[in-house]
C-alpha cells in the first residue's frame, strides 16, 4: 500500500510540475505543437489467432515559453504498453532535461531520470539523477551521476564520471530491454535502495599520441575493490593498410594482459567483401590472458553485398552470407526491412540486438517517393543450405516480401505489406499514418 501511495505521489509531482511550468514560465516565444500516430497490424493467415500483432504508437512534441515537452505512447493488441512523458529546457547555461517512464501493465513509474549540464570555462559539467522501481526489494531507488570532461590541449580530452547508488546497465543502453540506462544498486540487501553510497568512477584520455600511434587510457576504480584497472587502447595500421590490429593493454593490481583484435579492410566501391581474419580462439582474439592464441589462422570470406546501385528508376542491393544465415534487427519483421538492414555476423557486444534469420541471401529492389508520392520495396530470399525450401522451390526462393507506403497527404499515409512463401501466405501488414 506504501508502494503505491509513493507511485501516486511522484506522479501528481512530476505532473503538477509540467502544469505549473506551462502556466509561469514566459511566453515570449511561439508555441508550436506536432506529433505522429502510426498503426501497425500484422495478420498471420496460417496461426491460429489471425491477427498476430497491433502496434500503435502515438508521439506528441509541444514547445512553449522555451520549454520543450514530449510524449510517447505504446499500445499493442491487448495491453496499454509503455508511456513516456518528457520535458526539456534551457535556464541560463544549464540545460536540463527530465524523461518519466510509466509502466502500464504493472500501473506503476518505472523511473524518473533527470538530467542538467552546463559548460564553464572549457569543461562540461553533468549531472544525472535517477529515481527507479527495484524489484528485488519492491521499492524505489536513488543515483546519482556526476560527470566533468573538457579538452586540455589540442586533440586530447578528458571524462572524469562517479556514480552513486547505481550502475550502468548494457542492456538497456544498447535497447535490448526497456529502461534508464541504469541499475540501482543494493548489494542484495547491504545498502538501502536510496542510500546514494559510492559504486565506481572512471577516468577516459583520449587523443593521446606516441609517435607512431594515438591511443586512449581509461582507469576504473570502485566501492568494492578499489582500483580496478587501467586499460590503453590504440590501433595499428588502417587507413591505407588493409590489415589493421586493434590492441587493449591492460594493467591490474596482480596482473598484465594483452589483447588484439585483428581484422582486414574489403571494401571495394558499391561491393563489399565481409571478411575475418581468424584464430582458434571463439571471438578470433589475439592475446596473453584468458585469450591464450598467438598465430592467425587464415583469411575467412564471410559473405559480400552490393549497396544501392541505380537501375533505372529504381536501386538494387544484396546481401549474401557464405557461412551461416543472415541476421536482422530485433522486434522487427522482414517485409519491412531491406538489404542494408541485415548484417551477417553481429558483433558479440551487439548480438543480442539481433535475431538469426531462416536465410542466408536477400536481393532487394527499391523506389522511393520521388514526384509520386509512392514508395515500395521488393525482397527476394534465398536458402542456399536447403534448410527452409522445398524441392519445387526455384533458385532456392524461400521466401518474397513486398511493402509499400502512399502519402495521401501532408497529414495522412496509407501502407501495406505482404510475405509470401513458395506456396503460402506467410503474413501481411496494414498501416495508417497521421500526422500534426
Not at 499500445?75 to 517512464?101: C, H, M, N, P
Amino acid at each position: 500500500m506504501t508502494t503505491h501511495k509513493s507511485t501516486l505521489y511522484i506522479i501528481s509531482l512530476i505532473l503538477s510540475i509540467l502544469l505549473v511550468s506551462l502556466i509561469y514560465l514566459p511566453t515570449t516565444q511561439a508555441s508550436t505543437l506536432s506529433g505522429d500516430w502510426e498503426n501497425d497490424l500484422y495478420f498471420a493467415p496460417q496461426a491460429s489467432d489471425l491477427l498476430d500483432l497491433f502496434r500503435s504508437t502515438l508521439s506528441v512534441s509541444y514547445s512553449s515559453g522555451g520549454v520543450s515537452y514530449s510524449s510517447e505512447s505504446i499500445f499493442y493488441k491487448d495491453e496499454f504498453y509503455s508511456q513516456t512523458l518528457g520535458a526539456g529546457l534551457r535556464l541560463g547555461i544549464v540545460d536540463i532535461d527530465s524523461t518519466a517512464y510509466f509502466d502500464p501493465t504493472k500501473k506503476r513509474l518505472g523511473y524518473w531520470l533527470n538530467e542538467a549540464g552546463f559548460t564553464l570555462a572549457g569543461a562540461r559539467i553533468d549531472t544525472t539523477f535517477l529515481l527507479e522501481h527495484t524489484d528485488n526489494l519492491d521499492s524505489y531507488g536513488a543515483g546519482l551521476e556526476l560527470g566533468v570532461s573538457g579538452n586540455l590541449s589540442k586533440g586530447l580530452s578528458a571524462d572524469f564520471t562517479s556514480r552513486f547508488g547505481m550502475e550502468e546497465s548494457e542492456a538497456e543502453q544498447l535497447g535490448v530491454v526497456i529502461g534508464s540506462g541504469y541499475t540501482i544498486v543494493t548489494s542484495d540487501g547491504e545498502y538501502g535502495p536510496s542510500q546514494l553510497q559510492y559504486v565506481d568512477s572512471e577516468l577516459q584520455l583520449t587523443g593521446m599520441v606516441f609517435d607512431c600511434c594515438s591511443y586512449d587510457v581509461t582507469t576504473k576504480f570502485s566501492e568494492e575493490k578499489g582500483f580496478e584497472e587501467t586499460e590503453f587502447e590504440f590501433n595499428i595500421g588502417g587507413e591505407n593498410n588493409p590489415i589493421s590490429f586493434e590492441v587493449d593493454l591492460t594493467f591490474t593490481t596482480q596482473t598484465k594482459s594483452i589483447e588484439i583484435d585483428p581484422s582486414i579492410d574489403t571494401t571495394w566501391g558499391c561491393f563489399d567483401v565481409y571478411a575475418d581474419l581468424t584464430t582458434s580462439n571463439l571471438d578470433d582474439l589475439l592475446g596473453n590472458n584468458s585469450v591464450t592464441v598467438s598465430s592467425l589462422g587464415g583469411l575467412q570470406i564471410e559473405g559480400f553485398g552490393i549497396s544501392n546501385v541505380s537501375l533505372g528508376h529504381v536501386t538494387f542491393s544484396s546481401l549474401t552470407a557464405l557461412d551461416g544465415n543472415l541476421y536482422r534487427p530485433i522486434r522487427t519483421y522482414d517485409m519491412d526491412l531491406r538489404a542494408g538492414d541485415y548484417v551477417i555476423d553481429p558483433a558479440l557486444l551487439y548480438r543480442r540486438l539481433y535475431k538469426e534469420t531462416d536465410y542466408d541471401e536477400i536481393f532487394s529492389l527499391e523506389k522511393k517517393r520521388d514526384e509520386f508520392p509512392l514508395t515500395l520495396g521488393v525482397d527476394f530470399y534465398f536458402d542456399m543450405s536447403g534448410d527452409q525450401v522445398t524441392e519445387d522451390s526455384i533458385f532456392d526462393l524461400a521466401l518474397i516480401t513486398g511493402n509499400g507506403r502512399y502519402q495521401l497527404s501532408d497529414q495522412f499515409s496509407l501502407g501495406a505489406g505482404v510475405a509470401v512463401e513458395p506456396g503460402a501466405l506467410k503474413r501481411f501488414r496494414l498501416s495508417f499514418g497521421y500526422s500534426f
